[in-house]
């Protein structure tokens, strides 16, 4: 076409470049959009940028056709091939015309500054704003053509310009950003709401329930021509929900628009690039570079963001980028239809780039796409990761990507790994199952992971020892995990702050499970303070056990603290009340008991007795039956109280040794109670030989119950004496002391050693062992006013009128404050005060601080006995 022919006669122009396209037959209108386009035309410059099939060009059309200000408007739809300067302009210059705005003609050819400088004076002439609409300007190359445009733009203060297309226009846009002269809407603006896709899909006939609406509109990402396509896909089906469920980019039309909008005008050096990168969800340019083994991935990337080809930046500097959902699947179907067998060798490259650079998750699950589980399982034991497969097992995000490992794979690794899944999945049978097997491999064919397997290997052991479990196994085995953990790189152990956790919890059950409390309390207590977040689940389960231990030794302050800590980890966490920590329930049942606050107990044993029914295991049943025995006997019901005990004896509930030699010790002393000696002497049977405390004095028993009672005097009085006792037994032990010295008419023994079960008693306030033999030494009190205050101070009501020179406390002490103070009372180090709590040095140093402050005391022993005269403690 000449310059003549354009210049000289109208007809020369193609009239469909100036003509405003035709709403579509599904046309929704977007109000909220249009006013923000003539928001934006009182500005000089709007640019409009988006994905192919976006609606950028029908949001203009919409826009003009509603004729949304009253000033003239040319538009011109541009397409490759008009970047030429005489034809730019003459359709510039063609359309302000036929506008109605007076601007001079393109004479000779040739694009002259001249000529810009004459057009913009026409335009600023213009008695109103002049509206240019450039329809797809920014595919227009070369820069020619847009530094007229900026020179127009700069002189004619009344030409707004509007510009659309895929990527920016080569105009210094961010000189007009700056200025707060340019007006953006970009792909997110375009982006369908959810009511503008129900209003598309009811003009197609097509009605969605608001879940599928929402998953049509998560899948296409507002996209509009997918939306519309997917409607029109809809349309043939009579079961649109099963079709909204499985749309994807593949499907035919879909597919059909991105070959020909987005693949086919690409070099096939770029498409190849779009097909390998498409295994990956978000990546970086480095990770594309690792992939398709190209070192110009980063500018590539670069390219197809700037040209809006369905690729775009993950955040904001981030370094990631993803494709648009519809058009990565249509990728991936390509690269799998065109070669398969480049997938797997892909999706492993990404892996081993992954795992080098310690996102396990991730190449992991590139891994499980190339199929190599064994590789997968690999990279969890190699990084130190199976500790989280055993706390979250099966549901967590490591545990999911591995729920289809095959049952025909058998080399060592997927096989330990099935181990760790099956046992946070809460199936430790399996789990020994799939370990043993695991060991058999190891042994016959070996395996490529070192330490990493062997702190495995390790793990999975101390775990299943809580189940099956010798002395010698724990007490070996335990040193042996801690120095292994002790050598994980700490980058490693920064990945993976779960693994100290799970260690120190496998260890503390599996001591707990052969009885070794004191050492299996420590370690839980480890467990607990090296939990991380996210952890909770494992920390709760640590917490309700370290509580029925506690509760177990007499340190009741404890056992409360750790009992109520996880009770409220099961708040935070959301738990329903019947899903809440049993244990944790019992030891507060069990703590309430031992200090004879009976409704509490009351109350705690009913609400927690629906969570130790029938089929549960661990230790909460038979705390749960231990507990309720006890109350039964504070009412004299013994025959009931003795069925409970044999019941959850015979129930087999997994209890640990320690807990199950508390039943039946428990059920032989009230045997005895009973009358029933014989039956209790079977019980006994088993420990005629033990040397520990609890069973020598339950011989004890038996042999006072039979009229031996300078035998029953003797074995009784080794227990009281002997150092580390536990105080319920000790404190058993000089009551038992007691009674029999009160029986020979002793009366300065036995309210010497009543007075030692008092001061055994009085820290923990535990009262119902002296509440249950109290009939019977009462006389004692007679004429010894030092002993009657000291059993009034373990909790009985202070007489009336009893006056203190003590100062009352003016601010009340906090929960916290009285538990360090319990602790003060009892003259244990800030240390061990700290460790008892589960908080640091510091925290505690601060609360002795307050605490002394409150009671106006100078020194923690004199707070101690001011609390005591306050009845504080």
């Known amino acids: 076409m000449s310059i003549d022919m354009i210049t000289d006669s109208e007809k020369s122009f193609l009239t469909s470049k100036f003509a405003v396209p035709e709403a579509p037959p599904f046309m929704v209108t977007r109000p909220g959009l249009l006013d923000r386009v003539t928001e934006g035309v009182r500005g000089p410059v709007t640019v409009i940028t988006g994905l192919a099939g976006s609606g950028k060009t029908q949001l203009l059309a919409s826009w003009a056709r509603s004729r949304a200000v009253e000033w003239p408007f040319a538009w011109i739809t541009l397409e490759h091939g008009d970047e030429q300067l005489p034809t730019f302009w003459g359709y510039v210059v063609e359309g302000l015309r036929r506008s109605g705005v007076d601007v001079p003609a393109v004479t000779g050819g040739v694009i002259t500054r001249g000529f810009l400088g004459r057009l913009a004076a026409a335009v600023e002439e213009h008695p109103t704003p002049v509206v240019l609409i450039l329809d797809g300007a920014s595919q227009l190359p070369g820069r020619d053509w847009a530094a007229g445009l900026e020179y127009v733009l700069s002189h004619a203060g009344t030409l707004r310009v509007v510009l659309t297309g895929r990527w920016d226009p080569p105009l210094p846009l961010y000189r007009y950003r700056l200025a707060g002269l340019l007006y953006e809407l970009r792909t ?58 499985t749309i994807s980019g593949d499907e035919s039309t879909i597919a059909e628009y991105f070959v020909g909008e987005v693949l086919r005008v690409q070099p096939p050096e770029t498409r190849r690039f779009l097909l390998e990168t498409s295994v990956l969800d978000t990546f970086t340019p480095e990770l594309a570079a690792a992939v398709t083994t190209r070192s110009d991935a980063p500018r590539m990337l670069a390219a197809l963001t700037r040209e809006n080809a369905f690729i775009q930046p993950v955040g904001s500097g981030t370094g990631l980028y993803r494709y648009h959902r519809l058009f990565a699947e249509l990728l991936r179907a390509q690269l799998s239809w065109g070669d398969p067998g480049e997938v797997a060798l892909l999706h492993q490259r990404a892996a081993l780039w992954l795992a080098a650079r310690g996102h396990l998750i991730d190449a992991v699950g590139h891994a499980v796409h190339a199929g190599d589980w064994t590789g997968a399982a690999r990279m969890v034991i190699e990084d130190y990761g199976l500790g989280s497969l055993v706390v979250e097992g099966g549901t967590g995000r490591l545990g999911r990507l591995f729920a289809a490992l095959p049952e025909h794979v058998e080399d060592p690794e997927p096989v330990l790994v099935r181990a760790a899944v099956a046992y946070g999945d809460g199936d430790p049978s399996r789990a020994a199952e799939q370990f043993t097997l695991a060991g058999k491999l190891i042994a016959t064919r070996g395996s490529a992971c070192d330490d990493g397997l062997t702190l495995a290997c390790l793990l999975m052991r101390l775990l299943l020892l809580a189940h099956d479990a010798g002395e010698d196994d724990v007490d070996q085995l335990a040193p042996v995990a801690r120095t292994f953990l002790a050598s994980v790189p700490a980058h490693r152990l920064a990945r993976h702050p779960e693994l100290p956790m799970v260690l120190y919890a496998a260890e503390g059950r599996a001591r707990g499970a052969v009885g070794q409390v004191d050492e299996a309390a420590a370690v839980l207590a480890e467990a607990v303070a090296s939990a991380p977040t996210g952890a909770e689940a494992v920390r709760m389960s640590c917490l309700e056990n370290l509580a029925l231990l506690e509760a177990f030794r007499g340190r009741l302050s404890r056992a409360e603290t750790a009992a109520k800590q996880a009770i409220d980890l099961a708040r935070q966490c959301g738990l329903p009340r019947e899903r809440w920590p049993a244990a944790a329930e019992v030891a507060l049942a069990w703590v309430a008991l031992e200090r004879y606050d009976i409704e509490a107990a009351d109350r705690r044993l009913r609400a927690v007795q629906p969570m130790c029914g029938a089929g549960v295991t661990g230790p909460a049943p038979a705390g749960f039956a231990l507990v309720r025995a006890r109350r039964l006997q504070t009412r004299g019901e013994l025959r009931q109280a003795i069925g409970v005990l044999a019941s959850a004896e015979e129930a087999d509930s997994a209890a640990p040794r320690w807990l199950s030699r508390e039943l039946r010790l428990v059920r032989a002393r009230l045997l005895l109670l009973a009358g029933r000696a014989e039956e209790a002497d079977g019980l006994l049977a088993g420990y005629a030989d033990s040397s520990a405390p609890d069973a020598v004095l339950a011989r004890a028993a038996l042999l006072l119950a039979r009229g031996e009672t300078g035998a029953a005097y003797q074995r009784a009085r080794t227990v009281a004496d002997a150092a580390g006792t536990r105080v319920p037994i000790a404190l058993d032990a000089w009551l038992m002391l007691a009674m029999v010295a009160a029986g020979r008419e002793e009366t300065a023994n036995a309210r010497e050693a009543l007075r030692r079960a008092l001061r055994v008693a009085a820290p923990e306030s535990c009262r119902r062992a002296v509440n249950q033999v109290w009939g019977e030494l009462r006389r004692l009190l ?44 009892e003259m244990l180090p800030t240390e061990e005060i700290a460790a008892s709590m589960y908080v640091s040095v510091n925290t505690v140093k601060t609360h002795v601080r307050s605490i002394l402050r409150k009671l106006s005391a100078s020194r923690r022993n004199e707070a101690v006995r001011r609390a005591r005269a306050l009845r504080l403690i």
């Open 188 to 245: 997110a603006d375009l982006a369908f709401t959810a009511d503008e896709v129900s209003r598309l899909m009811r003009l197609h006939g097509v009605e969605l329930a608001a879940p599928e609406l929402a998953t049509l509109l998560e899948h296409t990402e507002g996209w509009a021509a997918g939306i519309r396509l997917s409607a029109c896909a809809l349309q043939r089906t009579p079961d649109a929900k099963v079709l909204v469920d």
């Open 782 to 825: 007679r004429d010894d006013d030092r002993l009657a205050q000291q059993y009034r101070s373990l909790g009985a009501p202070a007489p009336a009128g009893t006056a203190t020179a003590d100062p009352v406390v003016v601010e009340q002490l906090s929960k916290r404050e009285l538990d360090v103070l319990r602790g003060m009372a």
